[in-house]
């Protein structure tokens, strides 16, 4: 089990670029999170999918980002434009079963995204 | 609403010693708990999880926590600190809205360890 996959681990980009952030979650789980971290605001949840279907977006800022989960193993997250205010860490998670919350998620390593 | 509070944002102890890291949460029915932690530029690693069988918990690398529902609270402990305990640890408490599920974070606790 090679665990939740995320692309690339780091990005930097000029504002106003396109960004798209991937990722491959553990096969078999049928719950995706994407989550930003930063010193500010800590973890927040940007966008819940629950069979590739989006349930929760409440999270994500504004209308520059999106959100995409065409199959059970791919998702992505795009901004664009970028902003220098949107530089953090992104983080995908996945989980398996009906009540994924209740038995823990399993979290990839982070896209540390820079906007300059 | 769920919600959930550490009480310390960092905590330092020496090598050899307890670990003590607190959480209260808030949550109108039993929740699910868990603790993660998160080693410098790496992931979050779930460290252990409460589910509503037994009160204390244990975990991987020796840690426990033990569900006190009349303390609303859910504290993270360890005997004896090692050098590679020192990390950023997060409380979690999830939440259920409209039939979903998704967690709700700490502002984490930041562990050092000194030699």
């Known amino acids: 089990d090679a665990g939740v996959i995320q692309s690339p681990r780091h990005e930097v980009t000029e504002m106003g670029q396109e960004v798209t952030l991937r990722c491959k979650p553990i096969?078999?789980?049928?719950?995706l999170f994407w989550y930003r971290q930063t010193m500010m605001r800590g973890l927040e949840l940007l966008i819940y999918?629950?069979?590739?279907?989006?349930?929760?977006d409440s999270g994500m800022p504004e209308d520059r980002f999106s959100a995409k989960m065409p199959n059970a193993s791919f998702s992505t997250l795009k901004i664009q434009p970028s902003e220098p205010r949107d530089s953090a860490v992104y983080f995908c998670?996945?989980?398996?079963?009906?009540?994924?919350?209740?038995?823990?998620?399993?979290f990839g390593s982070g896209t540390r995204l820079t906007v300059v | 609403a769920q919600s959930v509070t550490q009480l310390d944002s960092h905590v330092s102890v020496s090598e050899g010693t307890p670990v003590l890291l607190r959480c209260n949460y808030s949550?109108?029915?039993?929740?699910?708990l868990f603790w993660y932690v998160q080693h410098p530029n790496k992931g979050l690693q779930l460290l252990l999880k409460y589910t509503s069988a037994a009160t204390l918990v244990k975990g991987i690398n020796g840690f426990e926590a033990e569900f006190k529902k009349s303390e609303t609270s859910f504290h993270l402990t360890k005997p004896s600190a090692h050098m590679s305990d020192a990390a950023e640890y997060f409380c979690v408490v999830s939440e259920v809205t409209s039939g979903t599920y998704k967690y709700i974070f700490g502002t984490g606790t930041r562990l050092k360890v000194l030699a």
């Open positions: 999918f629950n069979n590739n279907v989006p349930i929760d």
């Open positions: 949550s109108s029915y039993s929740p699910s």
């Open positions: 998670a996945s989980g398996g079963g009906t009540t994924p919350a209740v038995y823990g998620y399993t």
């Open positions: 096969s078999g789980h049928n719950s």
